[in-house]
Nanobody, 118 residues
Framework: QVQLVESGGGLVQAGGSLRLSCAAS????????MGWFRQAPGKEREFVAA???????RYADSLKGRFTISRDNAKNMVYLQMNTLKPEDTAVYYC????????????WGQGTQVTVSS
């Protein structure tokens, strides 16, 4: 089991930046791939970004260049730097973890709200 707690959400104006953090506890953090997902009102949860244990990253095509995922295995932390935010980025952002043989959805944080005003 791994427990995930997100922080760093809030209200920001369009064009601004936010950095989300996710603190992991429980099993060995470096055994897990870490990811960020988001869910806007009335929409399905969607993939944002992911990082393997050794920081190989991938992103949703629509977010490349604006969002950056990073992790610090020594601190059991994963981050999502979000730049040039747009109103359509408004959503609850979730931290997720999975093992190499697991699936996204095995472990979720409680989510943090990001609201981008126009």
């Amino acid at each position: 089991q791994v427990q995930l707690v997100e922080s760093g959400g809030g209200l920001v104006q369009a064009g601004g930046s936010l950095r989300l953090s996710c603190a992991a506890s429980g099993r060995t953090f470096s055994n897990y791939a870490m990811g960020w997902f988001r869910q806007a009102p009335g929409k399905e949860r969607e993939f944002v970004a992911a990082s393997t244990w050794n920081s190989i990253t991938r992103y949703a095509d629509s977010l490349k260049g604006r969002f950056t995922i990073s992790r610090d295995n020594a601190k059991n932390m994963v981050y999502l730097q979000m730049n040039t935010l747009k109103p359509e980025d408004t959503a609850v952002y979730y931290c997720a973890a999975k093992t190499t043989t697991g699936s996204w959805g095995d472990y979720w944080g409680q989510g943090t709200q990001v609201t981008v005003s126009s």
